[in-house]
């Protein structure tokens, strides 16, 4: 059974604070995805990677930075939170087939 | 960029059908998806077109006109589980990337 596990299910950080968000998939799929997820706005992407070390930025990559030191592991980096970065984030995985394979989220809040 | 439009909202009755419309332009096309998203979890994958037509799958079924850059998904005999968001979702170029609509929040009554 497919798997993509996120780090924390829910996250208190503080204006300013660098925050982590990690996501592994066991699939073995070359291509990651970080989205964010605000109601009305639907999902939107942040970076993506399509191997090892490799990340191209996304629809909304500013505020944020990412790594891929290693296939299955894909990290998202906050420099300095700020409030707006309030969010849900989803991490995604897939093949060559396009479809993606989601984790259950992180629900982000930034004081 | 990609735009793409779908109902906030719908509501139906249990055991009726419910039919969610996704309208898109994009730069490209090589396939849409649908994916169900339940409230507080991650969304899962329904179906996928990538040619003129039905795919039925179950109670669900999806369909895509490619010329009039537009989809449906059907659901029939509703029950209360399929109370969730709804999400419409193109692969417009050869990289992977997926353009996600707002989503449909699907309410399913008694």
């Known amino acids: 059974d497919v798997k993509v596990t996120q780090s924390s299910r829910y996250l208190v950080k503080r204006t300013g604070e660098k925050v982590f968000l990690e996501c592994v998939q066991d699939m073995d799929h070359e291509n990651m995805f970080w989205y964010r997820q605000d109601p009305g706005l639907g999902l939107r992407l942040i970076y993506f990677?399509?191997?090892?070390?490799?990340?191209e930025k996304g629809d909304i990559p500013e505020g944020y930075s990412v790594s891929r030191e290693k296939k299955e592991r894909f990290s998202l980096i906050l420099e300095s939170a700020s409030t707006n970065q309030t969010s849900m984030y989803l991490c995604?995985?897939?093949?060559?087939?396009?479809?993606?394979?989601f984790g259950p989220g992180t629900r982000l809040t930034v004081l | 960029g990609q735009n793409i439009d779908q109902p906030t909202e719908m509501t139906a009755t249990e055991g009726a059908i419910v039919q969610i419309n996704c309208t898109y332009q994009t730069s490209g096309f090589n396939g849409l998806f649908w994916y169900q998203q339940h409230a507080g979890e991650a969304p899962t994958f329904l179906s996928y077109n990538v040619l003129d037509g039905l795919e039925e799958k179950g109670r669900f079924s999806s369909f895509l006109s490619r010329s009039k850059g537009y989809s449906y998904l059907l659901l029939k005999e509703l029950q209360m589980k399929d109370s969730a968001s709804y999400l419409c979702a193109v692969s417009a170029t050869y990289d992977y990337k997926l353009s996600f609509g707002a989503g449909t929040t699907v309410t399913v009554r008694a």
């Open positions: 990677s399509y191997d090892v070390k490799m990340k």
């Open positions: 995604a995985s897939s093949s060559t087939t396009a479809e993606q394979f």
